[in-house]
């Protein structure tokens, strides 16, 4: 079992930058993929940047360019730098992390709100 800590959510403006944590602990050691998800209200979930162990990076093509999503292996945490964000970005952010052997863990989601 994985255990995943959310943070950096909060309220920013349009065109504003919040950067998203999450860090895991618990069996850690067969880690493959992480990554995050959104859903807006009223929407389903969907993927917004995954990060797996070998490098291959994807991105939802709503922020590419504008989010970054990084791994530090040694603190076994995620991050998701958003820059530019818009108002569309509003939604609960999600970390999920695939171990080797196939099992889906998610964090509690931590809200994002962009607006004026």
């Known amino acids: 079992q994985v255990q995943l800590v959310e943070s950096g959510g909060g309220k920013v403006q349009p065109g504003g930058s919040l950067r998203l944590s999450c860090a895991a602990s618990g069996s850690i050691f067969n880690i493959n993929s992480m990554g995050w998800y959104r859903q807006a209200p009223g929407k389903q979930r969907e993927l917004v940047a995954t990060a797996t162990s070998g490098g291959l990076i994807n991105y939802a093509d709503s922020v590419k360019g504008r989010f970054t999503i990084s791994r530090d292996n040694a603190k076994n945490t995620v991050y998701l730098q958003m820059n530019s964000l818009k108002p569309e970005d509003t939604a609960v952010y999600y970390c999920?992390?695939?171990?080797?052997?196939?099992?889906?863990?998610w964090g509690q989601g931590t809200q994002v709100i962009v607006s004026s």
């Open positions: 999920r992390v695939i171990s080797t052997s196939g099992s889906v863990s």
